[in-house]
């Protein structure tokens, strides 16, 4: 978590809490009670109406509030699309991390944008159909975030299943597939993996590096058809894995 994520997380616990003790806030956030004295010294002395001490606890003084968020009102149907959608797409972690912004965001907002943003009539519906994935889609994010090799099987068009190494570069939903663009350590070149076409799937622990020739920016360099088709709009038909 950074820095100015745990700071928002520790003025809203403590919000909530006639006393709040640094033992408690230091087993909610994961981080050693020493770093929530250290946050807490550094809250106080931007202003933060806290009072209290190390071993007894700490009380926030009534009516402080977190400066408020101005949107416009299509910024707020932006944001609030684009978070359903990802409710609705994408893997329970990131479905329940998009949850959590809109909650955050109403938390700060002016009283009639909350309610503006409760009411917005923009709908991402569940009753679609995706094709569907056999491993957690959470970790090939975390693999692409941490930059570590994933080891799978594979099946491409025409039906044959290799086994690859490969450097896991983005991930794009192309509905009703999402598609994987990576550096194939077997075929020594970049190919693009539908994830429904993925039968094994591992994340090998094996970091890699930035390399020249092998970066997402060489891959969209190679072929922009990965964001946008040659007529200017969006690709339905990514670059093969085979």
């Known amino acids: 978590m950074r820095r100015a994520d745990r700071l928002f997380e520790i003025i809203q616990f403590m919000r909530q809490r006639p006393l709040t003790r640094a033992r408690d806030l230091a087993e909610k956030l994961e981080v050693s009670e020493r770093t929530i004295y250290r946050d807490i010294a550094d809250l106080m002395a931007t202003g933060v109406p806290i009072e209290g001490e190390a071993g007894i606890g700490y009380v926030m003084r009534a009516g402080y509030d977190l400066p408020p968020l101005m949107f416009k009102e299509a910024e707020i149907e932006a944001l609030v699309l684009g978070a359903r959608i990802v409710q609705s797409w994408a893997d329970n972690e990131l479905a329940d991390a998009a949850g959590n912004v809109i909650a955050k965001v109403e938390a700060v907002i002016p009283e009639a944008l909350r309610t503006f943003m409760t009411n917005t009539a923009l709908l991402a519906p ?23 090799k994933v080891d799978i099987d594979y099946q491409d068009a025409y039906g044959d299943l290799t086994s690859r190494l490969v450097r896991p570069l983005s991930l794009a939903y192309f509905g009703p597939v999402w598609v994987m663009a990576g550096w194939c350590e077997l075929r020594q070149g970049f190919r ?24 997402l920016k060489d891959f969209l360099a190679r072929d922009d058809t990965w964001t946008r088709g040659r007529d200017g709009r969006q690709s339905r038909e990514p670059l093969s894995g085979h």
């Open 192 to 215: 693009t993996f539908r994830l429904d076409r993925i039968s094994r799937f591992e994340v090998t622990g094996e970091a890699f590096a930035q390399e020249p020739g092998k970066s």
């Open 126 to 148: 569940s009753l679609h159909y995706m094709e569907p994935i056999g491993f957690d889609l959470a970790q090939l994010r975390g693999a692409l975030r941490d930059r570590f």
